[in-house]
């Protein structure tokens, strides 16, 4: 599975932004990428989980980005998406798509779950 992240950028406080994370090599539903994810880490910070999505609907979300956030796939083009809305300065973060075979409910938060991870697309809200 290959993942390649795009989107980041550089906006202001209250600005709206949407990362894509296309995939190649399996397909969503597929039993490698279930559940998908994505996890930002700020500078000096560590990395942490953001959102995840089951390919049925299923979405999960840390409580810091909860009703501004929204993780969505497309699987027609085989696509997931962050659309980030009302970004704060505290959302700055390289952010990274994930997906894995063993990602199951219980476990959609933690890194080590996820096998295939994306290079990472900066994210920066000035304030």
């Known amino acids: 599975v290959q993942l390649q992240a795009s989107g980041g950028g550089l906006v202001q406080a209250g600005d709206s932004l949407r990362l894509s994370c296309a995939a190649s090599?399996?397909?969503?539903?597929?039993?490698?990428?279930?559940?998908s994810g994505w996890f930002r880490q700020a500078p000096g910070k560590e990395r942490e989980f953001v959102a995840a999505?089951?390919?049925?609907?299923?979405?999960l979300y840390a409580d810091s980005v909860r009703g501004r956030f929204t993780i969505s796939t497309d699987n027609a083009k085989n696509t997931m998406y962050l659309q980030m809305n009302s970004l704060k300065p505290e959302d700055t973060a390289v952010y990274y798509c994930?997906?894995?075979?063993?990602?199951?409910?219980?476990?959609?938060?933690?890194?080590?779950?996820?096998?295939?991870w994306g290079q990472g697309t900066l994210v920066t809200v000035s304030s």
């Open positions: 999505r089951k390919w049925s609907g299923s979405s």
């Open positions: 994930a997906v894995g075979p063993s990602v199951i409910q219980s476990n959609v938060a933690s890194q080590s779950a996820y096998a295939y």
């Open positions: 090599g399996r397909t969503f539903g597929n039993s490698y990428m279930r559940w």
